[in-house]
Each structure stands twice: as structure tokens, then as C-alpha cells.
């Protein structure tokens, strides 16, 4: 039974540009949360795609965007990349909006 | 703003000793507490949790300490393996908040042979 399922895994990228990170949740579930995690920090909720539709978000500006497919796997785009956007990026699947995250080995996006 | 302070930032045990790890949260309102363990290259992992109904929960060498009324919660390792050197989070959600997770600031474990 496959995990949560993220690519890239590793991704550099020049500030200003655009990117997209993609997340397949585990087997079962159909909701999908993305956090952010820094080097040596933990990690922080970026936002939470339920039924195709955005449920929940953390403070993050509008740069930050996502989208949930009828399949449940999901995307995180980020637009006008900065410096400080460089971080492992954490897709976390769920059933429901319930506990129980499963998380995936995140994309590490690092922004030159 | 919702904040859960965990610490210490990093800690060093020899094999077989017990590791203990501390948080610290502000918002009543969160009714679960998981903690996860997080290796190099890895997603965090869930390890165990415990709601605020129960004060201890163990689960073999892990077990996790709550008091509600000192807001505070802890992780126990018993006989620490150096397999068990990983960074370490606590966490807190509500169920209001659709479950979101508030993160420690993490732990770093590093058990010696």
C-alpha cells in the first residue's frame, strides 16, 4: 500500500520564477494538507484541500496556491519565488478532516 | 497567535537510558497531541498522540505525559536505542481548526552506543 507519494524530491529554482510541487495521497484518503518546514525548524501549515476546494490556510500569502484533482492528489504552486521560500516542502494526506496525517518525504526547493 | 514551545532544542543519551522531551502549549482549546519522529530525508512520522481525557498514554518504549492544567505535555523514551537518533516533534490540533497541526520547534535525539 503505497505512502504519500511527493515529486519532485529535489528542485533548485532562480528567485522570481514560478513552481509547482504535486502530492498523491496514501491509498484511502482524500484530504491533503501542505506545510512548509525550514532548516532546522518544525514545520508550518500552509493549507488544507478538501473535496476539491481549499478548507483551511495558515499564514501564507497569495503566492501560495494549490489545487485538489477529483483523484484527491493535489498541487502547491508558488509564484514570484524568494529566498526565504527555500524549505522542505511536506504534502500530508488524511481521511477527512480528521487526525491520523500520513506525511510524505517532501520536496526540498531550493531558491538561488 | 497558537504556539507550542517544546524543548530542549537538542539532547544526548547513552543506550539504554530514558529520553524526555517537553512541551509547552497556550491554546485551551487544542484536544490532540501527537508527537511525531522525523530521520534525515524523511517526512515527519506519527509515534504516538494522547487527548487531553487521558494523562498518560504508552505505547512499549514511548510514552507520553499530559497535564492539562500546567499545559503541558512530554514524551519518555525508555531504553533509548541509537536507532531512535532522529529529530523528534510534538504537535497540537483542534478539531474546530480542521486539525491543522501546530508544531514544536523540535527536538534533536542522538543516542550513543
Known amino acids: 500500500d503505497a505512502g504519500v507519494t511527493q515529486s519532485p524530491t529535489h528542485l533548485i529554482k532562480t528567485r522570481g520564477q514560478q513552481v509547482t510541487l504535486r502530492c498523491s495521497p496514501k491509498?484511502?484518503?482524500?484530504?491533503v494538507s501542505w506545510y512548509q518546514q525550514a532548516l532546522g525548524q518544525g514545520p508550518q501549515f500552509i493549507f488544507q484541500?478538501?473535496?476539491?476546494?481549499?478548507?483551511q490556510r495558515g499564514n501564507f500569502p497569495d503566492r501560495f496556491s494549490g489545487h485538489q484533482f477529483p483523484n484527491y492528489s493535489s498541487e502547491l504552486n508558488v509564484n514570484a519565488l524568494l529566498l526565504g521560500d527555500s524549505a522542505l516542502y511536506l504534502c500530508?494526506?488524511?481521511?477527512?478532516?480528521?487526525?491520523?496525517?500520513?506525511f510524505g518525504s517532501g520536496t526540498r526547493l531550493t531558491v538561488v | 497567535q497558537q504556539q507550542v514551545k517544546q524543548s530542549p532544542q537538542s539532547l544526548i543519551v547513552q543506550k539504554g537510558g530514558i529520553s524526555i522531551i517537553n512541551c509547552a502549549y497556550e491554546?485551551?482549546?487544542?484536544?490532540?497531541f501527537p508527537w511525531y519522529q522525523q530521520f534525515p530525508g524523511k517526512g515527519p512520522a506519527l509515534l504516538i498522540a494522547?487527548?487531553?481525557?487521558?494523562s498518560e498514554k504508552k505505547e512499549g518504549r514511548f510514552t507520553i505525559s499530559f497535564n492539562k492544567s500546567a499545559k503541558q505535555f512530554s514524551l519518555h523514551i525508555m531504553d533509548s536505542q541509537p536507532g531512535d537518533s532522529a529529530t523528534y516533534f510534538c504537535?497540537?490540533?483542534?478539531?474546530?481548526?480542521?486539525?491543522?497541526?501546530?508544531f514544536g520547534e523540535g527536538t534533536q535525539l542522538t543516542v550513543n552506543p
Open positions: 500530508a494526506s488524511s481521511l477527512g478532516i480528521g487526525d491520523g496525517y500520513t
Open positions: 491509498s484511502g484518503h482524500d484530504t
Open positions: 484541500y478538501y473535496e476539491e476546494e481549499e478548507r
Open positions: 491554546n485551551t482549546a487544542f484536544d490532540y
Open positions: 494522547i487527548r487531553p481525557d487521558v
Open positions: 504537535a497540537a490540533s483542534t478539531v474546530r481548526s480542521g486539525s491543522r497541526l501546530t
